[in-house]
């Protein structure tokens, strides 16, 4: 442990406050991780932070089964076949994870799968449940257990994948991008949200801009092979990064660049539709439908509200409002059950049309009658409550939480423009964050603390935070992983390009050394200025790179002229087109 590190646990462990700190809590939210069993009686809880898996009874609020797992393996999406088996998703476990039925808790299977699986499907024609990987791989295993059946290597960053018809449909987290597969796992269609006009500045000299896709937290199938993905979009506009003026991330309608968003993909492949949202806020982790059609549901855990609409009302808005929409009277929380329930996170409905909700904090069930009548199921466990945990999750008056750009600890794949700095990609805070210091691209923000005072309290007007929540903050954050790295490529390929990293002659080691493959200084490398050299730790799941976003991939960092640098950023342009495959091999391998 280094010296940072261990003076901010010591500070997090004796309170900022007079007070106990209460001890680390949790994960970064991902969303969806309830499922209702088929006959609509029993709540299958998946519980990523505290790494169990509980079925509860929903008549009785009685406990079933808890299945305690290997601590560390972050349970996510859970699935249930026809037989009534129960599939699960370790996200960091890297396995699939089977359980015999919902009662029992009993005869668990585990399978390797991926270094991050995060997306399952059960395809009822061939009794098989496909696994989504961060890493790009589609791994398909028999329900019944055995090995898997194939593992295809898509794309990187894959998040949730929904059966439709004879097809597969795969969407990316960051983009939003959905893959189109067809049985033989090949990608026969790519599919993108369309973007949808917003105003930026103020509304009396508005000028329209593009809102464009990213970050799909949650996809679903209905009924004739549709898929809803609930997802963010990017307004496009020019962010002020002044340091006297506050709100400066803020603009028109009160609210910030990174709004809820709904797409429509029809079967077929037919264009997508977006859809006006059902509320506006932050982080719409999941969305849910009635098993009759009739009513959907959005989780916006940054506002702490689920918010149900009509189906036939949701799918038949386009989204065409000039501040993108969404029913803020209808937004619904449970603040008059228990005031303590945190953050939901995931919800389902029961056949009934009940709508089951789960807050991990309390930890909880609450259960929504279609009368509006509302009841609370505990849940084994303390009321858990983690200042950093809720302050990088909580949403600002501008409808914007740090977990909108950071999701699930890293980045949104964005390049934003800001009034003073220019274009910026935003930087991942996974991996060693507290040993990266200083912060932001060109080092100027000392610490957490100061990029907390200036980022959240000022330009994302999230107002004061006091040194017990940034103590908080950084424990949690010093917590999340790197990006595991992509699935080896030919072992000799990475060798060679280690080799080339390593060399005097590309002179890369130079300044990406040690531990973390930085020397934390501030370099020209010959692209506009002097910027902190980043940490390579998991650079492979990190595109768009360099500070402007100006290389959409590995290979462009090396090839595009004017963006990379060229021999004042490593001395590459003696390398072969086979040499510089080789470099990006071990890149990718970090």
């Known amino acids: 442990m280094s010296r940072v590190t261990m003076v901010l646990s010591i500070a997090v462990v004796a309170g900022c406050s007079g007070g106990m700190t209460p001890p680390p809590f949790g994960v970064p939210i991902t969303g969806g991780t309830l499922l209702l069993t088929r006959s609509g009686k029993t709540a299958v809880v998946s519980d990523p932070d505290r790494d169990r898996i509980a079925t509860v009874d929903l008549a009785t609020g009685a406990t079933l089964a808890e299945i305690p797992l290997t601590p560390g393996d972050e349970p996510g999406r859970v699935v249930e076949d026809d037989a009534g088996r129960l599939h699960v998703a370790l996200r960091r ?23 991050e699986p995060r997306g399952l499907a059960w395809e009822a024609a061939t009794d098989s449940i496909h696994v989504a990987c961060a890493g790009g791989e589609l791994v398909t295993f028999p329900a019944a257990g055995g090995d898997a059946r194939r593992r295809r290597r898509l794309d990187r960053d894959l998040r949730d994948v929904v059966v439709s018809g ?28 369309p973007p949808v006009f917003r105003f930026a500045g103020d509304i009396a ?12 937290w949650r996809a679903i199938g209905l009924p004739g092979g549709t898929v809803m993905v609930s997802h963010q979009r990017a307004v496009e506009r020019v962010l002020g990064d002044d340091d006297r003026t506050p709100g400066g991330y803020g603009g028109s309608c009160n609210k910030g660049p990174v709004e809820a968003a709904l797409t429509m993909l029809p079967p ?33 855990a940054g506002q702490k509200t689920v918010t149900v609409m009509d189906a036939p009302t949701v799918v038949s808005r386009s989204d065409q409002e000039r501040c993108g929409g969404g029913d803020e009277d209808d937004d619904d929380g449970d ?19 009940d709508l089951v909700i789960f807050y991990p904090e309390r930890p909880a069930l609450v259960v929504r009658e279609p009368s509006g009548g509302k009841r609370l199921i505990p849940l084994s466990g303390e009321l858990s409550r983690d200042p ?3 302050i990088f999750h909580a949403q600002t008056q501008l409808q914007l939480a740090c977990a909108s750009c950071h999701p699930e600890g890293r980045d949104d794949g964005h390049v934003w423009q800001f009034a003073v700095s220019g274009a910026r990609r935003t930087q991942s805070l996974a991996g060693d964050l507290l040993e ?66 390593e060399s005097a002659a590309a002179g890369c080691a130079t300044c990406h050394g040690g531990a973390l493959l930085t020397n934390h200084q501030l370099v020209d490398v010959g692209t506009g200025g002097r910027f ?43 390398l072969s087109q086979a040499e510089v495959a080789d470099l990006i091999a071990y890149l990718e391998s970090i």
Request: charge should be neutral; aromatic fraction near 6%; include cysteine.
């Open 268 to 300: 077929g492949g037919q264009p997508p539709v977006a859809l006006a949202p059902i509320a506006s806020g932050a982080l719409p982790v999941d969305f849910a439908a009635s098993p009759d059609g009739t009513r959907m549901a959005l989780v916006l």
């Open 93 to 115: 476990g890297g396995a699939l994870l089977t359980l015999a039925d919902a009662t029992s808790g009993g005869a668990a299977a585990r399978r390797f799968a991926c270094a």
């Open 335 to 353: 603040d008059d059950l228990d005031p303590d329930l945190g953050a939901p996170t995931s919800a389902a409905f029961t056949p009934l049309g």
């Open 388 to 390: 950093g945990r809720a």
């Open 436 to 501: 990266r210091a200083p912060f932001h691209w060109s080092g100027d923000m000392r610490s957490l603390d100061v990029l907390m005072d200036d980022v959240f309290s000022l330009r994302m007007s999230g107002g004061p935070v006091t040194p017990h929540q940034k103590a908080g903050l950084a424990a949690f954050l010093g917590r999340i992983p790197a990006p595991a790295p992509a699935p080896a490529a030919e072992p000799t390929a990475i060798e060679r390009g280690r080799a080339i990293f």
């Open 532 to 574: 902190k050299v980043p940490s390579l730790v998991g650079v492979g799941a990190r595109a768009p790179y360099m500070h402007d976003g100006c290389a959409a991939t590995l290979a462009d960092r090396f090839s595009l002229s004017g963006c990379g640098g060229g021999d004042a950023h490593g001395r590459t342009s003696q």
């Open 205 to 216: 000299f508005a000028l329209p801009g593009e809102a464009v896709a990213s970050v799909a």
């Open 166 to 193: 004879d097809r597969l449909v795969i969407t990316r987290f960051r983009s939003a991008e959905a893959l189109v597969v067809d049985a033989s796992g090949a990608v026969i269609q790519r599919l993108a949200p």
